[in-house]
């Protein structure tokens, strides 16, 4: 096993070098730049902006940029925001806790109710209570999360005024945590739903494969009493769809949800993002791509790793 991951570690370092070359040259291919919002001033003269190009070394060749990045990156140094000056690890760490705190909340949210949602589906199918998941599932997999957010902003915090309009806490007041959790209600619920859809259907089409096979009916014919024949057999290796789903979930956890962190006003990874996005800010961009990039080949690394618990009968060489 040892090996297996060894080997997994060095064969990702060419891939993250390719998606790396790929995102810097997409970012550079992409009409205007970070110092087209001065081109347009009449106080900026051409001067100037040769006099900032060469500040932020966009006057070099491009391959010359991305070596330069690459190997200030690789020894921590991330560089500084083209729009604020600030080090962006530095803004990543002042975002990264925000973002861990809402999409950990959905991750443990969706866990918790789609494992069991998903078991009795599979185990009552045709019943009531799957035709009402089931409808409900493709329901929010269907529905937009930015459209599905604003009407639970408008029904919630306009028409009922239960709950706030966005933001983490409200503006000016003391640290409350009952204030704090009223904040994060609207949108670990935007996210939640659209995510647990996807999750029960899963892992219900992987138990029903699972419920009928020949080693269900001998596990009952010893006498093992329906939980735990579910529970213990059938859940265990049915479990291996939904743990690379899952596993492509842990990356959120750094990356966040750029549209409902939008809708929202929620300052975290994915509102970052989109504010580089817009200006062109290369060394943010660059940062939470690559980080993001990373934590994907990690977590389909982690993935694989859990499919041998799951199921003994697979082996890595």
């Known amino acids: 096993m040892n090996r297996y991951i060894l080997r997994r570690l060095l064969q990702a370092l060419p891939l993250l070098l390719?998606?790396?070359?790929?995102?810097?040259?997409?970012?550079?291919?992409?009409?205007?730049?970070?110092?087209?919002a001065y081109e347009a001033s009449p106080d900026i003269t051409d001067e100037d902006i040769r006099r900032l190009e060469h500040a932020f070394g966009l006057d070099q060749p491009v391959p010359i940029q991305y070596l330069s990045w690459l190997g200030r990156f690789v020894v921590g140094d991330w560089g500084y925001s083209f729009v604020s000056h600030q080090p962006v690890l530095g803004l990543i760490g002042e975002?990264?806790?925000?973002?861990?705190?809402?999409?950990?909340?959905?991750?443990?949210?969706?866990?918790?109710?789609?494992?069991p949602v998903g078991v009795l589906t599979a185990v009552k199918?045709?019943?009531?209570?799957?035709?009402?998941?089931?409808?409900s599932?493709?329901?929010?997999?269907?529905?937009?999360?930015?459209?599905?957010?604003?009407?639970?902003?408008?029904?919630?915090?306009?028409?009922?005024?239960?709950?706030?309009?966005?933001g983490m806490a409200t503006p000016g007041a003391a640290f409350d945590l009952g204030d704090r959790l009223r904040h994060l209600i609207l949108p670990v619920a935007t996210i939640s739903l659209v995510q647990l859809g996807s999750h029960v259907r899963y892992l219900r089409a992987s138990m029903l494969e699972t419920i009928n096979q020949d080693y269900m009916r001998t596990a009952r014919s010893k006498g093992l009493g329906e939980r735990i024949v579910v529970l213990r057999h059938a859940l265990k290796n049915a479990a291996i769809p939904l743990v690379t789903v899952v596993a492509l979930d842990i990356p959120e956890l750094f990356a966040g949800a750029l549209v409902t962190e939008q809708i929202f006003g929620w300052p975290g990874m994915g509102r970052l993002f989109w504010d580089a996005a817009t200006r062109l800010d290369y060394p943010i961009l660059m940062g939470i791509l690559a980080v993001s990039s990373t934590l994907i080949v990690l977590a389909n690394l982690l993935a694989d790793v859990v499919y041998g618990y799951l199921d003994p009968r697979i082996r890595y060489a």
Request: proline share 6%; aromatic share 16%; glycine share 12%.
């Open 18 to 36: 390719g998606i790396s070359v790929a995102s810097f040259a997409i970012l550079k291919a992409v009409p205007g730049g970070p110092l087209a």
């Open 95 to 115: 975002r990264l806790p925000n973002t861990v705190y809402l999409m950990g909340t959905v991750f443990v949210t969706v866990l918790v109710l789609a494992i």
């Open 125 to 135: 199918q045709y019943s009531w209570f799957d035709h009402v998941v089931t409808g």
């Open 137 to 166: 599932t493709f329901g929010f997999l269907s529905t937009p999360t930015f459209w599905l957010g604003l009407l639970l902003i408008i029904f919630f915090g306009l028409q009922l005024r239960w709950l706030p309009l966005g």
